[in-house]
């Protein structure tokens, strides 16, 4: 196992295009609030020449791309003047070969070409800067194929009333979409399936969507939903979203649960409004605004990775290092609240504390996370700003190594420090441990430092759950505090005091 290591690169700065029309430019910011920088590509190109030798030739991919562990999300957009002039049979037919169909051979053409030629993609015309990030195997691949087509919303607004959304009729397949005005259906099925995003549902989508994974776990839902053997007929995607985030299936995910046997299925106005107006919804989202901490948090990280202005440097370049900051990304937004939450936490105590510093070791509730170490150490007088980074970096990979000393299931530690208290300036250290492969020779080397410094000798536990909507129905605030007898908060079916509260309350369920 190799020691734990602040991450930076010494690469070139890392820059991409934010889009040529108002409307791309919008929808890079959409993208980069909820996928972040590291993974939101505006304006990606392909070097169509390469094999004959030439450069300088790049033709635009996609209007955006992103790529994210196995999945790729393409998305072609497109804004077209639906015509209010012409008859509207004529209109619409006309509105969605430009739109919608033109923007769906872009999204099939550009998901051939990723298969073929990965290595084969730049993020300037000239084909001078190279895609910055490893994509996926084309084996493992999940591709999600997005048209985002403007104005029909307005139209469909003045024609039929209602929020302006297209309606979702899986039944609906191919040039039958010419004589059924604003209804979306399966484009080409031998192609993939498309989603289809208008001026309404854009907004909406990707603002209550806003991680990747959240975003990502809805369009595979959806798309398996809308694929299946019945028939799906909604009068928007708004009310398939609010149906999805209404719904929990047996292994405790969002997605789309119909009881019964059904060959038929409609879906009227009135599921999302009631849902935007829900106690729930109105409590996560007073919630989650500390979330959006950790995404800042990232986005800082992020900034000073691709501009190759860290402070530190070990080498990385930019591709090795986004693979480590996948695991900050990866978060969902419940999760991303409850971090930030402890983070604060710490940082709070930080403040009125004696102490040179505060630490907390986060552990997760559910499988394939990692642990967290968050330390914020005053600066001691005297110290030049070089000699206290140094000096913090070396506590927090101490401490990271300890960590897996008390806490042997570990296998991936990250480590964030910042100064303690509250100052004007404040600067952040990342280091990530990959503890997979622990040896005895770790295990000793953690264990000098154990007894050398003291670290993690008394530790407080503590349990708390962090519910999606925190109040129910009623209004009524929901217990976050797991007792010992209540299901596990991780979903495992087992009682807390045998699955993850065995660290607090030992192996005969009493409180440590």
């Known amino acids: 196992m190799a020691d734990p290591a602040p991450l930076n690169s010494v690469a070139p700065a890392v820059t991409s295009s934010e889009g040529v029309t108002a409307a791309e430019r919008y929808l890079a910011k959409l993208c980069r609030r909820s996928f972040l920088s590291m993974w939101s590509y505006p304006g990606v190109f392909r070097d169509q020449k390469a094999g004959e030798g030439g ?5 635009e991919l996609c209007d955006l791309l992103i790529v994210f562990e196995n999945h790729i999300i393409i998305f072609s957009d497109k804004d077209c003047r639906f015509d209010d002039v012409v008859d509207l049979q004529v209109a619409w037919a006309r509105w969605f070969k430009k739109a919608i169909l033109n923007s769906a051979k872009q999204v099939w053409g550009a998901e051939r070409w990723i298969r073929q030629f990965p290595n084969r993609l730049f993020l300037d015309r000239r084909c001078t800067i190279p895609f910055p990030i490893s994509l996926p ?9 997005i048209v985002v087509a403007h104005d029909a919303s307005r139209a469909c607004r003045e ?16 040039n039958a979409h010419l004589n059924m005005p604003f209804t979306i259906g399966h484009i080409d099925p031998a192609k993939g399936y498309v989603h289809v995003f208008d001026d309404t549902t854009l907004n909406i989508v990707m603002n209550t969507l806003d991680t990747i994974t959240d975003f990502t776990a809805y369009l595979t839902k959806k798309e398996q939903f809308l694929t299946a053997n019945m028939v799906i007929h909604t009068a928007g995607e708004e009310e ?9 299936n047996d292994a405790g995910e969002h997605d789309f649960v119909v009881e019964g046997d ?10 999302w409004e009631a849902f935007v107006r829900s106690p729930e919804r109105q409590a996560q989202i007073e919630a989650d605004r500390i979330s959006y901490s950790w995404d800042k948090l990232i986005e800082k990280f992020a900034f000073y990775a691709m501009s190759g202005t860290q402070y530190f440097t070990s080498g990385q370049p930019l591709r090795e290092q986004e693979v480590v900051f996948r695991f900050l990304a990866r978060e969902p937004r419940t999760r991303r609240r ?3 939450i402890s983070l604060h936490e710490v940082l709070k105590r930080s403040i009125h504390s004696s102490a040179p510093f505060d630490v907390r070791v986060h552990c997760p509730t559910d499988p394939g996370f990692p642990h967290y170490v968050f330390l914020f150490l005053k600066r001691k007088p005297g110290l030049t700003d070089d000699e206290y980074r140094k000096f913090r970096v070396n506590l927090l990979s101490n401490y990271c190594f300890v960590a897996k000393l008390k806490f042997p299931a570990a296998t991936d530690i990250i480590g964030i420090a910042s ?11 990342f280091i990530y441990m990959d503890a997979s ?21 008394r530790v407080t536990s503590g349990a708390s759950r962090e519910y999606e909507y925190p109040v129910d129905h009623k209004g009524r605030l929901r217990r976050k505090s797991p007792s010992r007898n209540s299901p596990c908060p991780c979903r495992s079916r087992e009682r807390f005091k045998n699955c993850h509260g065995k660290e607090l309350f030992g192996k005969k369920g009493r409180r440590r």
């Open 55 to 59: 450069k300088g030739d790049g033709k």
């Open 137 to 145: 195997d084309p084996a493992t691949m999940i591709v999600h194929r």
């Open 159 to 174: 024609k039929l009333g209602g929020s302006g959304s297209l309606m979702l009729d899986s039944g609906l397949v191919g």
């Open 240 to 248: 398939l979203l609010a149906i999805y985030l209404r719904k929990m």
């Open 262 to 271: 059904y060959n038929f299925v409609l879906l009227e106005e009135g599921f």
């Open 338 to 340: 409850m971090l930030a």
């Open 419 to 429: 100064e303690a208290g509250l100052t004007h300036e404040r600067s952040e250290d």
């Open 437 to 457: 492969r622990w040896s005895a020779k770790d295990q000793a080397k953690a264990k000098e430092i154990q007894d050398r410094f003291g670290l993690l000798r």
